[in-house]
């Protein structure tokens, strides 16, 4: 287990950027692939990007493919996610997730630690 604690959300206008970190506890958390999901008011939570153990493959949703960007830093431990070019669409409740899988994993499923989430607002 991990606890996860994203920040960096908030309003933002269409075309804009944000950058978002989840930060863990622990001193595993180079054990532990990430990923980032989000959830709408209605929608189902969806998978948005996702970043292997070691950081050396990353995953992308259709959506947001070429505008968003997961990193992590180890040594920090901390994983981001780059968001350029927001737009409407990408209103959201946004979330880290870890896994002991350590390969990118694109599965809800695969993911046993969560955190609070953090808002993002894309206003037209």
């Known amino acids: 287990q991990v606890q996860l604690v994203e920040s960096g959300g908030g309003l933002v206008q269409a075309g804009g950027s944000l950058r978002l970190s989840c930060a863990a506890s622990?001193?595993?958390?180079?054990?532990?692939?990430m990923g980032w999901f989000r959830q709408a008011p209605g929608k189902e939570r969806e998978f948005v990007a996702a970043?292997?153990?070691?950081?050396?493959?990353?995953y992308y949703a259709d959506s947001v493919k070429g505008r968003f960007t997961i990193s992590r830093e180890n040594a920090k431990n901390t994983v981001y996610l780059q968001m350029n070019s927001l737009e409407p669409e990408d209103t959201a409740v946004y979330y880290c997730?870890?896994?002991?899988?350590?390969?990118?994993?694109?599965?809800?499923?695969?993911?046993?630690?969560w955190g609070q989430g953090t808002q993002v607002t894309v206003s037209s």
């Open positions: 622990g001193r595993t958390f180079s054990s532990y692939a």
């Open positions: 997730a870890a896994t002991r899988v350590p390969y990118a994993s694109r599965t809800q499923s695969d993911f046993g630690s």
């Open positions: 970043i292997s153990w070691s950081g050396s493959t990353t």
